[in-house]
């Protein structure tokens, strides 16, 4: 079965550059979630969209802003990189309502390491 | 942000044995997901719970919907060492769709032969 998709999956950063994550999500699935895992977390939630709007919001740095494409791929675009933005970001995407799935449940992808230098 | 209790924190099996892990909450959730994460990878969904009470089973592994709506529970059966990961339990509030997430803080699982 299709999985999310996430590109790159590795990317090394210098301090104040700017970084672009891709995620492409199950096809079918309308909603893209992203969230960030430090070392020894677990994922803290920074931004979804629903149909290519904004749905809900999270730690997400003012640096960082994000946005869903009509084909319903999601980017999120970090600036002036921080140290303390190395991290694996993780894109997530749940289906519309299809075969009696609910709209909730969250399929991850394989994430991307960023690594911020 | 909130986190759920999970708990043990981590733990060491022999292989064969069973396991049992348990997340709690404060708050009513009206979906709670288990997933496994591998080192550097993704979360994996394992099983989703939708219903108070629901027993869900997925091969080896078991995982009930506390009927308080406020906690959760995953067994797994006859451990086996690709069974080792971290297993996090995730909640979903009653409200809207399109919501983030609710991770508890993990579970670190290491099976010895």
């Known amino acids: 079965a299709a999985g999310v998709i996430q590109s790159p999956r590795h990317l090394i950063k210098e301090k104040r550059e700017t970084a672009t994550l891709k995620c492409y999500p199950i096809?079918?699935?309308?909603?893209v979630y992203w969230y960030q895992q430090g070392p020894g977390q677990d994922p803290q939630f920074l931004i979804s969209f629903y149909e290519k709007m904004q749905s809900d919001k999270g730690s997400i740095p003012d640096r960082f802003s994000a946005q869903q494409f009509s084909d319903y791929h999601s980017e999120l675009n970090m600036s002036s990189l921080e140290l303390g933005d190395s991290a694996l970001y993780f894109c997530a995407s749940s289906p519309e309502i299809y075969r009696g799935l609910r709209t909730d449940t969250q399929y991850f992808g394989p994430g991307t390491r960023l690594t911020v230098l | 942000g909130q986190q759920l209790n999970q708990s043990p924190q981590s733990m060491f099996i022999q292989e064969g044995e069973d396991v049992s892990m348990n997340c709690t909450s404060s708050?009513?959730?009206?979906?709670w997901l288990w997933y496994k994460q591998d080192p550097g990878e993704g979360p994996v969904l394992l099983i989703a719970l939708y219903k108070a009470g629901e027993l869900t089973s997925n091969g080896r592994l078991t995982a009930q919907f506390g009927i308080t709506r406020k906690d959760s529970f995953l067994n797994i059966s006859a451990s086996i060492p690709s069974d080792v990961g971290i297993y996090f339990c995730?909640?979903?509030?009653?409200?809207?769709?399109?919501?983030?997430?609710?991770f508890g803080t993990g579970t670190r699982l290491q099976v010895t032969l």
């Open positions: 708050s009513i959730f009206n979906t």
């Open positions: 096809p079918r699935h309308d909603t």
């Open positions: 995730a909640g979903l509030p009653l409200t809207g769709t399109a919501s983030k997430l609710t």
